[in-house]
């Protein structure tokens, strides 16, 4: 009997697959789940457009740093199909899925960056320090990272921070994620979801094998990083670090989300 339920739920999942025009096939997405696949996405589209007060309904230039398996466009695709839209990733394979995806729609792209992570492309040609995102100057209204510096070392992250500014509009936003220590935060926090155990000097991580895994910030160090480079509009905390008083919320970010605002000329 198990085994014919997973077989009914497999061939529901293939309709709704088969019937989206804007789904990887099931075998290739990161959450198999089609539900789970719309649900993650939408989570991000709402969390970006409630927290960057946004609905973007207009033709808007929006960068996905790390668009995976494209859940997240998905969402802007069905709110906006005019939206001029670009994802990027490391992971070949979704980069190509998606362009035949949205083969018919030349304001959706995606691009390969091949940059090398040990835990997400130990084969990456590109080097996350010198990686220079092929766009022009003050290009995106708005650019996405989510979960992407949560795997990177400082120095990537600090580079990819210029580039970032390099990319903006004067009056763009960046929507991002870190994984951010507060003060006393092994105090406060006894339950997090995450234990960064390993002290590397300028971060903390839960793998000292692969830091990649996992990276936290100190919440001073890393606000000082940042405001080299932007405003800090505002940090919302998310539930990580209260696992066992908070359930998954759809509301709010697991992790911790910053919103990020280019600095005029004679701030910098």
């Not at 804007?22 to 959450?31: A, E, G, L």
């Not at 494209?70 to 802007?76: D, E, L, S, Y």
């Not at 980069?95 to 035949?100: A, E, F, H, K, T």
């Not at 910030?217 to 940090?235: A, C, P, T």
């Amino acid at each position: 009997m198990e085994k014919l339920v997973i077989i009914f739920n497999r061939f529901v999942d293939w309709l709704y697959t088969i019937n989206d025009p804007f789904s990887i096939p099931y075998k290739y997405r990161r959450h198999k789940s089609y539900f789970s696949y719309r649900k993650l996405g939408d989570q991000v589209f709402d969390l970006v457009r409630s927290q960057t007060k946004n609905q973007y309904l207009e033709p808007t230039n929006i960068l996905d740093i790390g668009c995976g398996d494209g859940r997240t466009a998905q969402a802007f695709a069905r709110q906006n199909p005019k939206l001029n839209y670009i994802g990027m990733d490391i992971n070949k394979k979704w980069v190509d899925l998606l362009n035949q995806v949205y083969k018919e729609k030349s304001n959706y792209s995606f691009i390969h960056s091949n940059v090398y992570n040990l835990m997400y492309n130990p084969n990456g040609t590109d080097n996350a320090i010198e990686y220079i995102f092929p766009f022009e100057d003050n290009k995106f209204d708005l650019i996405i990272l989510n979960s992407v510096f949560t795997h990177m070392q400082p120095l990537e992250a600090t580079h990819y921070l210029t580039e970032i500014q390099r990319l903006l509009k004067d009056d763009g936003t960046c929507w991002c994620i870190f994984m951010i220590l507060t003060n006393d935060h092994d105090i406060k926090y006894p339950y997090a979801d995450f234990k960064h155990k390993y002290d590397m000097g300028d971060y903390k991580t839960t793998n000292k094998d692969m830091p990649e895994n996992n990276v936290a910030y100190d919440e001073h160090n890393l606000k000082r990083m940042i405001n080299e480079y932007f405003e800090i509009d505002k940090i919302i905390y998310g539930w990580w670090r209260n696992i066992k008083e908070l359930k998954f919320d759809l509301n709010k970010s697991k992790q911790d989300v910053l919103i990020l605002k280019k600095k005029k000329v004679d701030e910098k």
